[in-house]
């Protein structure tokens, strides 16, 4: 499959994003790719050609552009969707994933069908239905660091018990980034409540340092400790500095802490000082995972200011995404190595 997706050239490549940031995802791709045209484009669906006479081929769709939720090689658009499956087969062969996303509801939607989740280095089709009979034709290769999920949509569900909408943008970033956790793990999350992300790094096994000075919800308090020198190791714990991030101290946080994250709604430059503290204060921090809040999304255009404050932290692998389940937010991840 790998092998038939390299002989693979296209006029055309196509990006699947969320509904209202398209522009960002223009101004990104602007950035890293000067030499593609803006071609057709509707509500979470934007069409690139080249400026010259080259073709695209998969190698082409490795862009850095956090809004870009998928890119696909494009087919090119059918009346049916049996004909849009059609170009996809005949581009990777039978047998092939294919995929299904729709506009619906005013979201670009991944449709659940049960199918396979892809494995790496798999050619992948994706067929767009934008109306009932506009459908698009698209292909890409399952990499690390994208969604193995139609459209870049996992379908999570929001358990009941979950105090806020945090729970399915930190569970869609762990899927996304491959992150695993275990009981040796302490995470602190600055901007804490209600608790959203702490139930499900909870029930993932590690332990959580929540700083806020709100209150935290009922169903992560159940996990909590008074003191942090209370920790135990039998049951992952949950510990509230009730203070604001800036107020934290090495004391708070005690030894072992492993990931930084930050869900506050605060601008990129004071969460990114903050994760600067905190893994000066933590030296054994090895990962970093921020909700980035911007007023407005062009603001993304200065990613590379947020990249660089990062690799000054030491981080190594740095990646930054927009999720299905973001509005005018993106993830910045960092990894020491
Ligand atoms: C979007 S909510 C966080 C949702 C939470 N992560 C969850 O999982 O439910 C933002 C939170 O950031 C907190 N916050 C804002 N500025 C802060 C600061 N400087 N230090 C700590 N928390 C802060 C607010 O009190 C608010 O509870």
């Given at each position: 499959m790998a092998f038939m997706m390299k002989q693979l050239e296209t006029g055309f490549v196509f990006a699947l994003t969320n509904p209202g940031s398209e522009k960002a995802l223009k101004l990104e791709v602007e950035m890293a790719r000067p030499d593609w045209r803006l071609s057709y484009q509707r509500r979470g669906f934007v069409t690139f050609k080249s400026s010259g006479d080259e073709l695209f081929s998969v190698?082409?769709?490795?862009?850095?552009?956090?809004?870009?939720r998928r890119f696909c090689l494009s087919l090119g658009k059918s009346a049916t969707r049996e004909e849009a499956v059609e170009k996809i087969v005949g581009a990777l062969g039978e047998g092939a994933i294919v995929q299904q996303a729709r506009f619906f509801d005013r979201k670009m939607q991944g449709v659940q069908d049960g199918g396979d989740l892809p494995q790496v280095g798999d050619g992948v089709g994706t067929v767009v239905e934008l109306s009932e009979n506009e459908f698009w034709s698209g292909v890409h290769r399952h990499d690390r660091?994208?969604?193995?999920?139609p459209a870049g949509d996992p379908g999570l569900v929001m358990p009941v018990?979950?105090?806020?909408r945090a729970w399915l943008k930190v569970e869609e970033a762990v899927r996304f980034f491959g992150i695993e956790f275990s009981a040796k793990d302490i995470v602190v999350e600055v901007?804490?409540?209600?608790?959203g992300v702490v139930l499900a790094l909870l029930n993932r096994g590690a332990s959580v340092i929540g700083v806020d000075p709100a209150k935290m919800a009922e169903v992560v308090m159940a996990s909590?400790?008074?003191?942090?020198?209370?920790?135990?190791?039998?049951r992952p714990w949950f510990y509230h500095?009730?203070?604001?991030?800036?107020?934290?101290?090495k004391r708070d946080l005690g030894?072992?802490?492993?990931w930084f994250m930050s869900d506050m709604n605060q601008s990129p430059e004071v969460v990114l000082k903050e994760c600067a503290r905190f893994r000066k204060m933590c030296p054994s921090i090895r990962g970093a995972l921020m909700t980035l809040k911007l007023?407005?999304?062009?603001?993304?255009?200065?990613k590379e200011e947020w990249f660089s404050a990062l690799r000054e932290m030491g981080f190594g692998t740095i990646r930054m995404q927009q999720f299905s389940a973001h509005h005018k937010e993106v993830v910045l991840m960092g990894k020491v190595c």
């Open positions: 190698e082409s769709l490795n862009v850095p552009v956090a809004c870009a660091f994208l969604s193995a999920y018990e979950s105090p806020s901007g804490a409540s209600p608790g909590a400790i008074e003191n942090r020198e209370d920790a135990r190791r039998d500095c009730r203070k604001p991030a800036a107020l934290v101290s030894t072992g802490v492993t007023t407005d999304l062009l603001d993304i255009g200065r």
